[in-house]
């Protein structure tokens, strides 16, 4: 497998990418590149892992079919100490579990699996954890141990692969609305319901639809942590995933072509339909629409990612890597709950005994 290593060009140490200052830093001697040095000095580094990319991937049709494909696993040598590291096949980006150095595993997001953009992280570690304390404090029956030291070491970073779909449509719609008008005369009310036909068309834009584009991810969880803003992304470079973890997709086009265009015709009726706010009880009676135009993007996005065991479950909580936002299934320590429910126990037998000496008095 073909990696690259990003280096310092002054002391040859690892070089990350740092969302603080949006620069790439060598945190032996303290030196900041920009975006377009850093990319300038490895693009040919880049393309010779588009070269291996193509080898790699004539070497892999030669194999047997397999369903199960994306989940074997996959060796390849550490760039800096020559060790041996197993990843998952889908990994695009990771650390060197012996010398700790970052590695962009480059040939898997070249060729036909490159991005064609990428959110850089904007929320360092140190603020990711600061979000994970923010959130703790505000939950008092978590496990003791659950904001511990030993959970901020696990907190990764990681690059999470989405499809953005952007569309235009012809879309009209026939609806029957009611127009309810109530009145009274003396002592009688009267209602007067009218009933219209409504149509309505018109050239429609749904921007900004996404999917998830890996199969493993956590559905749920990830989608929660949206949105971000797409304003901030970059034309992909690989250099930006050096000292974060990456996924490369395994869910392409054809495998959610008809759910989009579920969501995209529920959007385009929905846009109609605000153009109805006058009337009442407005039901459907036929939809219609042609694309135009659709423009997919395959995008990287930030998230740091933390898990905890508590009682045989894993616990996965996800941190937006650009705004924050966070989300996750907290787990509940059963202890905490008992002090709580015997402190209220106590409170109301207290009431309850002040109470009936009121009544004696």
């Given amino acids: 497998m073909a990696t690259v290593n990003y280096k310092c060009p002054n002391c040859a140490a690892p070089l990350k990418f740092n969302p603080d200052k949006q620069m790439f830093s060598c945190e032996y001697c303290m030196s900041d590149f920009e975006e377009q040095t850093i990319q300038q000095l490895y693009a040919q580094k880049e393309q010779k892992e588009s070269s291996g990319e193509k080898a790699e991937k004539t070497a892999q049709e030669k194999k047997t079919a397999d369903k199960d494909e994306q989940e074997e696993a996959v060796v390849y040598n550490c760039p800096s100490c020559g060790a041996e590291v197993v990843t998952t096949a889908s990994t695009a980006a990771t650390t060197c579990f012996y010398c700790q150095n970052p590695?962009?595993?480059?040939?898997?997001?070249?060729?036909?699996?490159?991005?064609?953009?990428?959110?850089?992280?904007?929320?360092?570690?140190?603020?990711?954890?600061?979000?994970?304390?923010?959130?703790?404090?505000?939950?008092?029956?978590?496990?003791?141990?659950?904001?511990?030291?030993k959970q901020f070491d696990k907190l990764t970073g990681v690059y999470f692969p989405y499809w953005?779909?952007?569309?235009?449509r012809q879309a009209s719609m026939t609806a029957l609305g009611k127009k309810?008008?109530?009145?009274?005369?003396?002592?009688?009310r009267y209602t007067e319901t009218s009933t219209y036909r409504l149509v309505r068309s018109g050239d429609l834009i749904v921007k900004n639809v996404f999917e998830r584009a890996l199969k493993s991810q956590d559905r749920d969880m990830l989608q929660c942590v949206h949105p971000f803003d797409l304003t901030k992304a970059h034309p992909f470079a690989m250099s930006y995933l050096s000292g974060f973890q990456a996924e490369k997709r395994d869910i392409e086009r054809n495998d959610i072509q008809q759910q989009v265009n579920q969501q995209m015709q529920k959007y385009c009726q929905d846009l109609l339909k605000e153009t109805m706010s006058e009337y009442t009880g407005v039901v459907t009676e036929n939809y219609n629409d042609t694309t135009d135009l659709e423009a997919?993007?395959?995008?990287?996005?930030?998230?740091?990612i933390v898990t905890y065991k508590y009682k045989e479950k894993?616990?996965?909580?996800?941190?937006?890597?650009?705004?924050?936002?966070?989300?996750?299934?907290?787990?509940?320590?059963?202890?905490?709950?008992?002090?709580?429910?015997?402190?209220?126990?106590?409170?109301?037998?207290?009431?309850?005994?002040?109470?009936g000496l009121l009544l004696c008095l």
């Fill in 103 to 149: 590695v962009v595993l480059g040939g898997r997001l070249s060729g036909e699996f490159k991005p064609d953009r990428v959110i850089p992280f904007a929320l360092s570690k140190d603020k990711a954890i600061e979000k994970f304390l923010e959130m703790c404090k505000k939950r008092w029956f978590l496990p003791k141990d659950f904001a511990s030291k």
């Fill in 164 to 168: 953005y779909i952007d569309t235009q």
């Fill in 180 to 188: 309810i008008k109530t009145w009274r005369a003396g002592n009688k």
């Fill in 296 to 304: 997919w993007s395959y995008t990287l996005l930030p998230v740091w």
């Fill in 314 to 355: 894993i616990f996965p909580f996800a941190i937006n890597g650009q705004t924050g936002k966070t989300y996750g299934e907290l787990p509940v320590s059963k202890g905490r709950l008992a002090i709580l429910f015997a402190i209220v126990f106590v409170l109301i037998m207290g009431l309850g005994l002040l109470g």
